[in-house]
């Protein structure tokens, strides 16, 4: 695919990107390994404009709230805060919302779970107000998040490579890959609103289980290797995504 060469100047302005990464928060142990990740990932992408966010839900649980809650809310919130001190203020976000009540599941959830929230997340970062939305950034500037084009999202055990943020926005920044719309708006007849990487494992991972070793070679090949041409791809020019990628903000949530 063709892409832009961003590598001298940096990101420009009408192409700020945010990175979320969605989990769960379970244990005090796992918040910080996440803000750790978090960081990491900042320190191969530095450029200025680029913005790095959590996007947290409590675990399914029998009722609303639970004891230990606002711990893990807290834990989070300062860890989010330690990063803009030590990194500069207005570079890590997060987002978090409340359990709601799931008929299906007779448990009491975050809504439509990490689909949800991403939708949640783009609704926010184009301004629309709702109850639901109140309170939604939990840490971070939102003055920063003016602007946002692109949200690159993560697994929580994905790393990002050195500036491979940026070679993401190169790549859907290039006009010949911008999204062209049909007439009445609803689909998209040439270009990308979305697009994902090549994944696969690292070189620990690929041992780590049975299942690693079985479907991982020694050097890290994973199956998600098939994203990159299969079958169905090659027919009708679409793939299934692998939750790993990129998208542009305003055209993904109009679709």
Same mark, same amino acid.
């Given at each position: ?5 961003f590598k001298?100047?940096?990101? $420009?302005?009408?192409?700020r990107?945010? /990175?979320?990464?969605?989990l769960l928060? #379970? ?7 996440e ?7 900042y ?9 790095f966010?959590?996007l947290? !839900?409590?675990?399914?649980a $029998? ?6 809650? +606002?711990?893990?809310?807290d834990?989070v ?7 803009n001190?030590?990194h ?9 919302r409340?359990r709601?009540?799931?008929?299906s599941e007779?448990?009491?959830i975050?809504? =439509? ?17 709702? $109850? =639901? ?7 971070? !500037? %939102? ?7 692109? /949200?690159i999202?993560?697994?929580a !055990?994905?790393q ?5 943020? %940026?070679?993401?926005? =190169?790549?859907?920044?290039?006009p ?7 007439p ?9 609103t979305?697009?994902? +990487?090549?994944v696969?494992?690292?070189?620990p ?9 079985i479907?991982?070679?020694? %050097?890290g090949?994973? +199956?998600?290797?098939h994203a /990159?041409?299969?079958v169905?791809?090659d027919?009708?020019?679409e ?10 903000l305003? #055209?993904?949530h %109009?679709?």
């Amino acid at each position: 695919m063709p892409k832009m060469s961003f590598k001298k100047e940096g990101i $420009p302005d009408d192409c700020r990107t945010l /990175v979320v990464v969605p989990l769960l928060l #379970t244990t005090p142990d796992a918040i910080q390994n996440e803000l750790n990740r978090l960081e990491i990932r900042y320190l191969g992408n530095t450029d200025g404009n680029l913005r790095f966010s959590l996007l947290t !839900d409590f675990a399914d649980a $029998p009722r609303e709230s639970m004891p230990e809650d +606002p711990e893990y809310i807290d834990i989070v919130a300062r860890g989010i805060e330690e990063l803009n001190r030590r990194h500069g203020a207005g570079r890590f976000f997060l987002f978090h919302r409340g359990r709601s009540w799931s008929e299906s599941e007779q448990r009491w959830i975050g809504w =439509e779970r990490k689909r949800g929230k991403l939708e949640q997340l783009n609704r926010f970062l184009i301004g629309e107000s709702a $109850p =639901e939305l109140e309170g939604f950034l939990c840490a971070g !500037d %939102r003055a920063q998040l003016e602007g946002i084009r692109f /949200v690159i999202t993560l697994d929580a !055990d994905t790393q990002l490579l050195r500036d491979t943020a %940026r070679r993401l926005v =190169e790549t859907l920044a290039h006009p010949l890959n911008q999204a062209r719309l049909s007439p009445d708006g609803r689909r998209v007849i040439r270009g990308y609103t979305i697009i994902q +990487p090549s994944v696969s494992a690292s070189l620990p991972s690929a041992r780590a289980t049975w299942f690693s070793r079985i479907f991982a070679d020694p %050097r890290g090949i994973d +199956p998600y290797t098939h994203a /990159v041409s299969d079958v169905y791809q090659d027919l009708v020019g679409e793939g299934s995504y692998h939750g790993k990628g990129i998208y542009e903000l305003h #055209t993904f949530h %109009r679709l």
